[in-house]
């Protein structure tokens, strides 16, 4: 007789919906502060959603970005790399970092106006299908500078910190 163990990291759906509202209010601050339409955000609101929450739950989700301009050119990337932990009982406590994104946002330059923008994610391994995401390619970001801006979000199970990404200096 032969045993396999098997170990599966997941992550508390209460800790997914919570960082999935974190990164989609964030995403619509950066693009007010921006001056962009939020029209394609919010007309794929649904999906997105559905998207980072099955993921963020299942522990596959390395990172998702919000691309402004254009891929092959971008003006502006905003990175949300994801950490998973196994925590038991732990604390249950949810925080989220808005103040800080407003303090940063106020020191970087604009994007055009007109950019348009996308929202790409990247997984660790295999993961769950979720209808209206397809296969595409992330910006690339050698050349542009980069910036740590902190903690976004976190719960019991995982956090989310945010990345900056611009050409200039």
Known sequence: MSTTVGTHVGTNVRTAVHLTD??????????AHFGLSAGYLNQHWTVIEDGLT????EGSLEDVRLECGDPSDPDAIFR??????VSGAGDITFVTSQARLARA???????PADATYRVVVSHRWSHTHVDGWSSTT?????????????????GPDASASLMYFSKGA
């Open 22 to 31: 974190a990164v989609m209010g964030t995403f619509q601050d950066i693009l």
């Open 54 to 57: 099955t993921w963020i739950a």
């Open 80 to 85: 949300v790399p994801l950490s998973y932990r």
């Open 105 to 111: 946002l106020a020191k970087y330059e604009t994007v």
């Open 138 to 154: 992330a910006a690339d970001t050698s050349g542009m500078s980069s910036y740590n801006l902190g903690g976004l979000g976190s």
